[in-house]
Nanobody
Framework: QVQLVESGGGSVQAGGSLRLSCVASGLTFSDSAMGWFRQPPGQERQFLAAISRSGTTIRYERSVKTRFTISRENARNTVYLQMVNLKPEDTAVYYC???????????????????WGKGTPVTVSA
């Protein structure tokens, strides 16, 4: 079965950086777009970024576009989310996602997601 395993979360101070990784198995990774979402405490899950299977098409949620970078390494079945200049409002559980539509980066809502990882928590202190 499909498994998505996120890592790289943790606690940082405001202004710090983290790089999240998500390793996928049970699917042909290079055939699928990938996405990142987050869920802050008490809030709904939010779209952050998506990348096409080749990595040539990328989409970001506007509020993170200047601070977050999504990338992928198909040879390692891994998608990354580099986050810089972190703010306390970035505190959330971060999830890796595989969409229903194989190469779609238009995955801004959770109903477009077929598989989820279990998430990795990020805490940003002021």
């Amino acid at each position: 079965q499909v498994q998505l395993v996120e890592s790289g979360g943790g606690s940082v101070q405001a202004g710090g950086s983290l790089r999240l990784s998500c390793v996928a198995s049970g699917l042909t990774f290079s055939d699928s777009a990938m996405g990142w979402f987050r869920q802050p405490p008490g809030q709904e899950r939010q779209f952050l970024a998506a990348i096409s299977r080749s990595g040539t098409t990328i989409r970001y949620e506007r509020s993170v576009k200047t601070r977050f970078t999504i990338s992928r390494e198909n040879a390692r079945n891994t998608v990354y989310l580099q986050m810089v200049n972190l703010k306390p409002e970035d505190t959330a559980v971060y999830y890796c996602a595989v969409p229903f539509v194989r190469d779609s980066v238009v995955i801004t809502t959770t109903d477009k997601i077929k598989y989820w990882g279990k998430g990795t928590p990020v805490t940003v202190s002021a």
